[in-house]
């Protein structure tokens, strides 16, 4: 599975971003997805996963209520909503793939990983 994220760039706080993260290779399914970010110099960390049937979510503490996990099986796509953007969730936003049938939390569970978006929010 090859992944590609894209649909970052630069907000102002308080505004709002969509990020894709389009599939291809293998089948897109049974894969759950997620995305993470890592701002500099920290830790990649979970923001978002979701089932393959999308019947699941999960999400950070921090980003829970401004950020939406979605996925478009039929496309082959996983979308990430962000809204209420502050500038603490600048960071490269990363989408990853597992062979897995629940919303993944570990990062390390994943199997295939995209390039990563850059998402910059201004004060």
């Known amino acids: 599975v090859q992944l590609q994220a894209y649909g970052g760039g630069l907000v102002q706080a308080g505004g709002s971003l969509r990020l894709s993260c389009a599939a291809s290779?293998?089948?897109?399914?049974?894969?759950?997805m997620g995305w993470f970010r890592q701002a500099p110099g920290k830790e990649r960390v979970f923001v978002a996963a979701?089932?393959?049937?999308?019947?699941?979510?999960l999400y950070a503490d921090s980003v829970k209520g401004r950020f939406t996990i979605s996925r478009d099986n039929a496309k082959n796509t996983v979308f990430l909503q962000m809204t209420s953007l502050k500038p603490e969730d600048t960071a490269v936003y990363y989408c990853a793939a597992v062979r897995a049938l629940v919303a993944v939390y570990y990062s390390g569970s994943y199997d295939y990983w995209g390039q990563g978006t850059q998402v910059t929010v201004s004060s």
């Open positions: 979701i089932t393959w049937s999308a019947g699941s979510t």
């Open positions: 290779g293998r089948t897109f399914s049974p894969y759950a």
